[in-house]
């Protein structure tokens, strides 16, 4: 059975950065047949997707946070992980990761979440 | 990349059929058979129903079922059982590597 847990400060302060990991067991990040993925839920909004990495480090961005986000894998820990800069209350949000078919078109495991929150 | 649009809200009680719908543009649900469905229950993982508009992943309920027609998809779920009630989110492939998501249905079994 694939799991993934999500791991990181549940507060960051505006302006920083905000950094989370994603250890998968059950599975290899390695793996050729899939991409590896974070989605964010605002309290009380629709789900968001952020970006999609290869385990090669071949990347996609959602257009609207690309200035912002960086993202990439470690394999040797079995982990990739998420780095969002510049932040506001706005990015406030429960940050899921998962894992995408060779596709990329859907997220067919997730994780439970991990609440962020940007508060000074 | 707007975000699909979906009803906040649908309802059936138990043993009835529901239909959520969810629409996008050609860009997005309309050029792609990549819709996928997924069941948010509160606290646990999200849960992939349904993918490439109407296959079911193993272990989903052939009470789920999914279609499509022109920009809006659509998620069929029949005789609705408690354990239904959950917030329900379209997405779809929007071309170059991107995925748009829905804004949610909040399911109620009344």
């Known amino acids: 059975q694939l799991y993934l847990q999500e791991s990181g400060p549940g507060l960051v302060k505006p302006s920083e950065t905000l950094s989370l990991k994603c250890t998968v067991s059950?599975?290899?990040?390695?793996?050729?047949?899939?991409?590896w993925g974070w989605i964010r839920q605002p309290p009380g909004k629709g789900l968001g997707w952020i970006g999609s990495?290869?385990?090669?480090?071949?990347?996609s961005y959602n257009p609207s946070l690309k200035s912002r986000v960086s993202m990439s894998v470690d394999t040797s820990r079995n982990q990739f992980s998420l780095k969002l800069s510049s932040v506001t209350a706005a990015d406030t949000a429960v940050y899921y990761c998962?894992?995408?078919?060779?596709?990329?078109?859907?997220?067919?495991?997730w994780g439970q979440g991990t609440l962020v929150t940007v508060s000074p | 990349q707007s975000a699909l649009t979906q009803p906040p809200s649908a309802s059936g009680s138990p043993g009835q059929s529901v239909t959520i719908s969810c629409t996008g543009t050609s860009s997005d649900v309309g050029g792609y058979d990549y819709v996928s469905w997924y069941q948010l229950h509160p606290g646990k993982a999200p849960k992939l129903v349904i993918y490439e508009v109407t296959k079911r992943p193993s272990g989903v309920p052939d009470r789920f079922s999914g279609s499509k027609s022109g920009n809006t998809a659509s998620l069929n779920v029949s005789g609705l059982q408690a354990e239904d009630e959950a917030d329900y989110y379209c997405s779809s492939y929007a071309g170059g590597n991107n995925l748009v998501f829905g804004g949610g249905t909040k399911l109620t079994v009344l």
């Open positions: 990495i290869y385990y090669t480090g071949s990347t």
């Open positions: 059950g599975d290899s990040i390695s793996s050729s047949s899939y991409f």
């Open positions: 998962a894992r995408l078919n060779i596709a990329a078109t859907n997220f067919d495991y």
